[in-house]
């Protein structure tokens, strides 16, 4: 996608159609502002994934949406496939996700949890110091291999 404030409407609608995951308004909001200046792949008007580099070898997928009535029909994996592809190319060995840890008994990050491992994901850590107590944030590592 390469207009900033296309990357940050498609992202705000996406994210607002997913209450179950992105909840909370600030951060909502955060993720909106920061998309409009990272690298995004959309499929269409129906799902996002925006990356953002921390260092020469490793970056995070930033945020991820697909809309509920698109679900289950592999956009989810067309755009992890590209984001991969993308990394590849600039030589980058790592990527990161954080998602909600599993001391959480939240069943759609189970489901999220789930379709990162089913994609190569392993997890490493969980933290509470990153979103809090109550928000305990599992840190996902793949290895991307040239």
Same mark, same amino acid.
């Given at each position: 996608?390469?207009?900033?404030?296309?990357?940050?409407?498609?992202?705000?609608?996406?994210?607002?159609?997913?209450?179950?995951?992105?909840?909370?308004?600030?951060?909502?909001?955060?993720?909106?502002?920061?998309?409009?200046?990272?690298?995004?792949?959309?499929?269409?008007?129906?799902?996002?994934?925006?990356?953002?580099?921390?260092?020469?070898?490793?970056?995070?997928?930033?945020?991820?949406?697909?809309?509920?009535?698109?679900?289950?029909?592999?956009?989810?994996?067309?755009? =992890? #496939?590209?984001?991969?592809?993308?990394?590849? @190319?600039?030589?980058?060995?790592?990527?990161? $996700? %954080?998602? /909600?840890? !599993?001391?959480?008994?939240?069943?759609?990050?189970?489901?999220?949890?789930?379709?990162?491992?089913?994609?190569?994901?392993?997890? =490493? #850590?969980?933290?509470?110091?990153?979103?809090? @107590?109550?928000?305990?944030?599992?840190?996902? $590592? %793949?290895? /991307?291999? !040239?």
């Amino acid at each position: 996608m390469e207009e900033p404030e296309a990357r940050s409407e498609l992202g705000r609608e996406i994210l607002t159609a997913l209450p179950d995951w992105f909840g909370i308004e600030e951060a909502v909001d955060a993720y909106i502002r920061d998309v409009a200046g990272l690298p995004t792949f959309a499929a269409g008007r129906d799902g996002f994934l925006s990356l953002k580099r921390h260092t020469e070898a490793a970056a995070e997928i930033y945020v991820m949406g697909v809309r509920p009535e698109s679900r289950r029909r592999g956009l989810g994996t067309a755009l =992890l #496939e590209a984001a991969e592809s993308f990394l590849r @190319e600039r030589e980058i060995e790592f990527l990161q $996700v %954080k998602t /909600l840890g !599993p001391s959480d008994p939240s069943e759609h990050y189970a489901e999220t949890r789930s379709f990162y491992a089913a994609h190569g994901f392993r997890p =490493l #850590e969980e933290l509470t110091a990153i979103w809090g @107590e109550e928000n305990p944030c599992l840190i996902m $590592v %793949k290895r /991307l291999t !040239p």
